[in-house]
C-alpha cells in the first residue's frame, strides 16, 4: 500500500529535473499522475528529458502516468491542463506548480516580454490552476497544493555578495510564497492544505546548469531527490494537527530543514 493510492496528482513542468523526480516518487507510492509541460517528445528541446520519458520511467516501475503538453503561459493550456488530467484519471487531489521560465538581467535591462513571460509561467499559472482544481477539492474536503519556491525569495543583503539579475525571479517567487500563505489560510477551513517548498541548496537541472548556477559534479549541490522527498511529506501531510491546530499548511519550507523536522531521513545519494 502506498502513501498516495487512490490519488490523482498534476505536476506541472515534469519533463525534467525536479518536477520529474517528483512525479516519479508520487507514482512510485501509488498515485495516477498527470504531467504537463511544453517539451513532450525526446529530441524536441534544447534540454534533456521530455513528458514521454517521465511517463515511460513511472511505466517501467509499474506506475500510472499521462502526459498532457501544454504551454503555461496561456489560459487556455492551463484550463486544457485539469480538464484532461480529469477526464482521463478523476478529480485532482495533488496539485504541484513546478514549471517555471527565468531569465536573468539587472532590472534595467530586464525585456518587457521575458517580465511578462516569467509572471505568467510563476505567478498567474499557480494561481489559474489552484482555481481549477479547488471546486472539487473543497467539495471532497481534501486536497494538497505544492508551489515550488526558491531561496531567491529572500530578500538580499545590501551590498550584495553576487552580481546582480535574479531580482525579477525573486519577485516572483516572493509573490508564489505570499500567496501560499494567503491561500492556505482561505482553504483551511476546507481541509485543503498549500505549501510552498525550496530547495536548501542549488539543484543541478536543466535551468540551473544552462544559467551557470551549479554543475553536475558540485558536491554542494541538491539532487532532485531530495525535493521530491519533500514534496511527498507535504502532500500527505495533514492540515489539522492532532492537538486541533495548525498541521502541514501555510508552509514556506526547505528541503532539507523540512525532512529534519519530520524525521525522514535524506535519500541515499545516487
Given at each position: 500500500m502506498g502513501r498516495l493510492d487512490g490519488k490523482v496528482a498534476v505536476v506541472t513542468g515534469a519533463s525534467r529535473g525536479i518536477g520529474a523526480q517528483i512525479a516519479r516518487r508520487f507514482a512510485a507510492e501509488g498515485a495516477a499522475v498527470a504531467v504537463a509541460?511544453?517539451?513532450?517528445?525526446?529530441?524536441?528541446?534544447?534540454?534533456?528529458?521530455?513528458?514521454?520519458?517521465t511517463v515511460?520511467?513511472?511505466a517501467a516501475a509499474g506506475g500510472r502516468?499521462?502526459?498532457?503538453?501544454?504551454?503555461?503561459?496561456?489560459?487556455?493550456?492551463?484550463?486544457?491542463v485539469v480538464a484532461d488530467a480529469t477526464a482521463r484519471l478523476g478529480p485532482v487531489d495533488i496539485l504541484v506548480n513546478n514549471a517555471a521560465v527565468t531569465y536573468f538581467a539587472p532590472v534595467a535591462d530586464f525585456a518587457d516580454r521575458h517580465l511578462h513571460l516569467m509572471f505568467e509561467v510563476q505567478v498567474y499559472a499557480p494561481l489559474h490552476l489552484a482555481r481549477l482544481v479547488l471546486p472539487s477539492m473543497r467539495e471532497r474536503r481534501r486536497g494538497w497544493i505544492l508551489n515550488i519556491s526558491s531561496r531567491a525569495a529572500i530578500h538580499p543583503a545590501i551590498p550584495p555578495a553576487r552580481r546582480p539579475g535574479g531580482t525579477v525571479y525573486g519577485m516572483?517567487?516572493?509573490?508564489?510564497?505570499?500567496?501560499?500563505?494567503g491561500l492556505a489560510a482561505e482553504v483551511?477551513?476546507?481541509?485543503?492544505?498549500?505549501?510552498a517548498l525550496s530547495p536548501n541548496r542549488v539543484v543541478p537541472t536543466a535551468g540551473t546548469l544552462f544559467h551557470h548556477l551549479t554543475t553536475m559534479d558540485d558536491p554542494a549541490a541538491?539532487?532532485?531527490?531530495?525535493?521530491?522527498?519533500?514534496?511527498?511529506?507535504?502532500?500527505?501531510?495533514?492540515?489539522?494537527a492532532a492537538d486541533g491546530g495548525c498541521g502541514l499548511t501555510g508552509r514556506v519550507?526547505?528541503?532539507?530543514?523540512?525532512?529534519?523536522?519530520?524525521?525522514?531521513?535524506?535519500?541515499a545519494a545516487g
Open positions: 509541460a511544453r517539451t513532450t517528445d525526446p529530441g524536441s528541446s534544447r534540454f534533456a528529458g521530455s513528458l514521454a520519458e515511460s520511467a513511472i502516468a499521462v502526459a498532457i503538453r501544454a504551454d503555461l503561459s496561456r489560459p487556455a493550456d492551463r484550463a486544457h516572483c517567487k516572493a509573490a508564489l510564497e505570499r500567496f501560499t500563505t483551511f477551513a476546507d481541509g485543503v492544505a498549500v505549501n541538491e539532487q532532485p531527490d531530495v525535493m521530491a522527498e519533500a514534496a511527498l511529506a507535504l502532500c500527505t501531510g495533514p492540515v489539522v519550507a526547505y528541503s532539507q530543514d523540512l525532512l529534519a523536522e519530520l524525521g525522514v531521513p535524506l535519500p
